[in-house]
């Protein structure tokens, strides 16, 4: 039912800057909390950053300070400013939602991140 696609990703060096964006579609995205996870290779998956409807956020440790996760409801949109990258920052970067009376999660199709030292 929901649809999440991801832009934004590419190849950057350590110390430089990426923007990451997720749009929403085919639910109610004002209802939805919406996240960025990460897999690297050879890795699970972990969530990087997390905001609800009412735009409360919380972060991985290893990112915050970092990383900005935000949200555009008019836009339907998420995004994630990233700042000083690291090369362990390197993985494919997806999107994630949950409506708030769900548990079912809805994932976007990844966006790969590579910070190159």
């Known amino acids: 039912q929901v649809q999440l696609v991801e832009s934004g990703g590419g190849l950057v060096q350590t110390g430089e800057s990426l923007r990451l964006s997720c749009v929403a579609s085919?639910?109610?995205?004002?209802?939805?909390?919406m996240a960025w996870y990460r897999q690297a290779p050879g890795k699970q998956r972990e969530l990087v950053a997390g905001?609800?409807?009412?735009?409360?956020?919380n972060y991985a440790s290893s990112v915050k300070g970092r990383f900005t996760i935000s949200r555009d409801n008019p836009k339907n949109t998420v995004y994630l400013q990233m700042n000083s990258l690291k090369p362990e920052d390197t993985a494919v970067y997806y999107c994630?939602?949950?409506?708030?009376?769900?548990?079912?999660?809805?994932w976007g199709q990844g966006t790969q991140v590579t910070v190159s030292s």
């Open positions: 905001i609800t409807p009412n735009s409360i956020t």
């Open positions: 994630n939602a949950r409506h708030t009376w769900s548990l079912s999660v809805y």
């Open positions: 085919g639910g109610i995205f004002l209802s939805q909390h």
